[in-house]
């Protein structure tokens, strides 16, 4: 009664919803969008059999803070929050492509080096890298975003091929990405973190004016390393601790689990599911400097719906 796993509500004005990986999206009148964050969580374009507690909650109101404190590089979205996992704004044309901005040699584009490449989405990488070493420049390698099923990289050249963006939008989108990232950087370092990679999603309004959509700088989205151990970690060849959610990524590795045919998702236990939800608040309470403060509820989805009505009306 205290998860959000999965939403079925019909609102006023209703036209569509989207059942995404994490969030519930239903579109009002064709105007405006309300993003619901649940609780499930994904790893290997997978959703997972159980809930995270508060992760949702955590999520929602880690992206409040860090749209609105984004806004002056570029508009976004978000146009109010009625419920702690409710974000409700403008509903806009959104790209399909993700923009995947990396500081450090680490999780995909690490284990894509391990294999031998060393030409992640048409930017060369060179030899003699160690997992976790720190990029001299960020990279940027996009990835298209499925509906269903895996994202899959693609490089500038083949999303300028393939129509999907023009070279001016392109480079609007990357030029904003450089600068959201470099001021995602800047907030993790005051709270002592190191903002090691994200990916930002972006949608056009009816005048083709660029929007900042979707969530940015969660642990859903993005990862951190701790500042004051990531050196000695990295020299003596350990990997750094990190909040994010690449410590679910290697539990289901080291069980054997990388979202391919014939794997067998394993157990997931109440303690892994305790300490993935406790990695969720640490992040929150380190990122916003406040506490996290859990909702309390007796039966969250009825104070969703009714706080989303009370908006709506």
Not at 67 to 85: A, E, Q
Not at 102 to 123: A, F, M, N, P
Not at 176 to 181: G, Q
Not at 268 to 287: A, G, P, T, W
């Amino acid at each position: 009664m205290n998860n959000i796993y999965k939403t079925d509500f019909n609102f006023p004005g209703q036209t569509s919803k989207y059942e995404g990986k994490v969030r519930d999206v239903y579109t009002i009148e064709d105007e405006i969008i309300i993003l619901i964050a649940s609780d499930r969580i994904s790893a290997f374009d997978i959703v997972m059999p159980r809930p995270i507690p508060n992760k949702g909650q955590v999520l929602n109101q880690i992206s409040l803070e860090m749209l609105n404190s984004t806004k002056d590089i570029v508009d976004n979205w978000l146009i109010s929050s009625p419920d702690p996992n409710v974000s409700i704004g403008r509903k806009l044309n959104p790209i399909k492509i993700e923009m995947v901005i990396r500081g450090y040699l680490t999780g995909h584009s690490d284990r894509l080096y391990k294999s031998g490449e060393r030409s992640i989405c048409g930017v060369s990488l060179p030899s003699g890298l160690s997992s976790n070493q720190k990029f001299e420049m960020p990279i940027i390698t996009p990835s298209t975003k499925a509906e269903f099923g895996h994202d899959e990289d693609i490089s500038k050249s083949d999303i300028l091929k393939q129509g999907i963006l023009s070279i001016d939008q392109y480079e609007e989108i990357e030029e904003v990405t450089y600068k959201l990232f470099s001021r995602g950087t800047k907030i993790a370092k005051e709270r002592g973190l190191l903002l090691v990679d994200t990916k930002y999603e972006f949608g056009y309004d009816k005048n083709n004016k660029l929007y900042l959509i979707d969530e940015i700088h969660t642990p859903d989205s993005s990862r951190y390393f701790y500042m004051d151990t990531y050196k000695t970690d990295f020299d003596n060849g350990v990997t750094p601790k990190q909040l994010s959610k690449e410590f679910f990524r290697q539990w289901l590795i080291k069980n054997n689990f990388q979202g391919k045919e014939n794997e067998n998702l394993p157990e997931i236990s109440d303690e892994i599911i305790n300490e993935v939800s406790d990695r969720y608040i640490e992040l929150f309470n380190i990122i916003t400097g406040n506490n996290f403060k859990p909702r309390v509820s007796t039966n969250v989805l009825e104070d969703v719906e009714k706080n989303i009505l009370n908006y709506l009306i």
